[in-house]
């Protein structure tokens, strides 16, 4: 069968469709970092930004032509209107020329500059250190001479320029570590990047940044176990703050090491059990991990520890109803509306709870009281579909047509809910007309697939095919629209051999998908391979007590001689699904 129609899901789903993912985007996240984020402010000196500014953005140098010789003056020339031009090349050509006989740091800067924007590793090493003999102190030059030297695979030189810069750069300590941090974290060599930071540690094995600044590095060359060392050193000798525990969390997530980063936060809670920091990042994860029930408990610790705190009460509220705690999820997101500045989420999730019950006229209340934030579109949409339910068709759809969406998934989601409308009250034509409108000659997998299903219920099966086609003639791998198409083929013509390899191509894709599985069994039964066709269904219904899934191994059953198990197939079926037409027109026909 077809998967899902995807304006189904949206219908048809109830609160647990926005739960979780919403979770982990509660205020006050922090962001995760590309590079090691240490618990201090921003540094005093650091790389300078200007690496990757435009050419003509670099600094301006001030040398009065009378300072310059004859042949530097033609070099500065030639160098500034090639820079100019975008030339890069030639530009640093001429500033190499210039200031092998300059005396001048500025100068040399400038050229080391242009050297980086133009990623000519070689001559910014040799700019910068030019710079460093012209001045000595500057602690600029020596991080980007580091840097060069990194990239090089020149440890020792690096160390040289690093150490230099740590003993008499006068920012904060923790700023000093910031710097090398960015510095290391950015290069292509971790191997070597390592390597400095070892040095580095060596000289402060008791100081927390440091030692997390080697970790993170270690993650980054893909030295686990070192990693780990650097971090349980740190918790013995010190206190874990959330800010150091996000750096080295995120550089695990990064890595995929997301059982260590869990591990890691335990040890650090151990430790500091009262740190309600880390234990606000340790939920966050276990909800990530999909570790629903942990996190849940993680959470009313956290409840206890800060009951005013609207992100706890929120989260909370969300793992009761992926933990079916309605009623403890109600009483979260009644506490919750006590708030102003959450009520508006407090309501669409009670207006979720009240769907789920069957309360339509409630769920309605609560997603008219939304009126902005994050869940109005979502409110509105709700509220369009539970009108139509309730034949107010026209007002649902003055609602969606009033929509303002903010991305182009909310988009297609009104779209989506209009067509599906529509089509719930057999009205067709117009909806097919809101896909039309929607796609207007434009690409879009979401609503091809959708209006070739929408086909397929109109019985346009020429519009499904061409539909489905024109999706894998730009994604031949995707498995949904190799599905689609092959059980159409198999189930509504006599195209069982193109049908089959259709399918085929999809089980190899997605090999344990249910509507792949139950596709294959059909295409099978239709070849008259019905030995083959059964183990495919039975896996599928093993998956799930689908109808249709039902209706089509005991049609395989029935065939085969094997008629009680059929009616068992049958009979267990329609214990969930009394009405449903697909098994009751298969016992017609077959056992009338």
């Not at 525990?245 to 995120?250: D, M």
């Not at 779209?415 to 089509?423: H, K, N, R, S």
Request: hydrophobic content about 45%.
């Amino acid at each position: 069968m077809p998967s899902l129609n995807p304006m189904l899901k949206i219908l048809f789903s109830g609160w647990a469709f926005a739960a979780i993912a919403t979770l982990l985007g509660c205020a006050q996240t922090p962001p995760k970092p590309a590079v090691p984020s240490l618990p201090i402010s921003a540094p005093a000196v650091s790389l300078t930004d200007s690496w990757q500014e435009d050419l003509l953005a670099l600094p301006n140098i001030s040398v009065p032509a009378a300072a310059l010789e004859e042949s530097q003056l033609y070099h500065l020339l030639i160098a500034e209107f090639a820079g100019q031009r975008s030339v890069v090349s030639v530009a640093v050509e001429h500033y190499g020329k210039l200031i092998a006989t300059t005396t001048n740091p500025l100068l040399a800067e400038r050229a080391t500059k242009i050297a980086l924007y133009a990623q000519d590793d070689k001559a910014a090493l040799a700019n910068a250190e030019k710079w460093i003999n012209l001045a000595p102190k500057n602690l600029e030059a020596r991080q980007i001479a580091a840097a060069m030297y990194v990239r090089q695979g020149q440890a020792t030189a690096a160390i040289a320029h690093l150490e230099y810069v740590l003993e008499h750069d006068r920012s904060k300590h923790g700023d000093k570590l910031k710097m090398i941090a960015s510095l290391l974290g950015r290069e292509e060599d971790k191997t070597t990047a390592l390597q400095v930071m070892e040095s580095v540690l060596s000289h402060r094995l008791n100081d927390p940044d440091t030692l997390l600044v080697y970790a993170v590095l270690a993650l980054r060359a893909d030295k686990l176990d070192a990693s780990r060392r650097a971090m349980d050193q740190l918790v013995a000798k010190a206190d874990v703050s959330p800010n150091m525990a996000l750096a080295y969390v995120s550089a695990l997530e990064k890595e995929g090491e997301i059982a260590e980063a869990l591990a890691f936060l335990e040890r650090a809670l151990a430790r500091t059990p009262g740190e309600f920091g880390l234990r606000l990042l340790y939920a966050r994860m276990l909800a990530e991990a999909d570790r629903f029930k942990d996190a849940r408990l993680e959470f009313l610790k956290l409840n206890r520890q800060a009951p005013d705190s609207t992100d706890v009460i929120y989260a909370l509220g969300l793992l009761n109803l992926q933990t079916n705690r309605v009623e403890n999820a109600e009483q979260n997101f009644q506490d919750l509306a006590k708030y102003p500045e959450r009520r508006d989420d407090a309501s669409f999730y009670l207006g979720q709870i009240a769907e789920s019950r069957k309360q339509p006229a409630l769920a309605l209340e609560h997603y008219r009281s939304v009126v902005s934030g994050a869940s109005q579109f979502q409110a509105q949409v709700r509220t369009a579909v539970l009108l139509a339910g309730q034949q107010k068709v026209t007002e649902a759809r003055a609602i969606l047509a009033n929509l303002k969406p903010d991305s182009d998934d909310q988009r297609k989601q009104a779209v989506l809910v209009e067509a599906e409308i529509l089509a719930e009250q057999k009205d067709f034509a117009n909806a097919m007309a809101v896909f039309d409108k929607a796609l207007n000659g434009t690409y879009d997998t979401t609503l091809l697939y959708s209006r070739a299903m929408l086909a397929e219920r109109m019985n346009r099966l020429d519009v499904l095919e061409a539909d489905l086609r024109q999706i894998l003639l730009k994604e031949p791998d995707n498995s949904d629209a190799l599905n689609a198409l092959g059980f159409t083929l198999a189930d509504r013509t006599a195209r069982y051999a193109e049908a089959h390899e259709l399918i085929k191509r999809a089980s190899a894709l997605s090999p344990d998908n249910f509507y792949v599985l139950d596709s294959m069994g059909w295409v099978l039964y239709r070849l008259g391979r019905l030995e083959e066709a059964v183990p495919y269904l039975q896996k599928a219904r093993a998956q799930r007590n689908d109808p249709e899934v039902a209706a089509h191994l005991g049609e395989v059953l029935w065939v085969l001689g094997r008629q009680n198990d059929a009616r068992e197939v049958w009979n267990t079926a329609l214990e969930a699904h009394p009405e449903d037409r697909k098994i009751l027109d298969a016992i017609k026909r077959l056992a009338p």
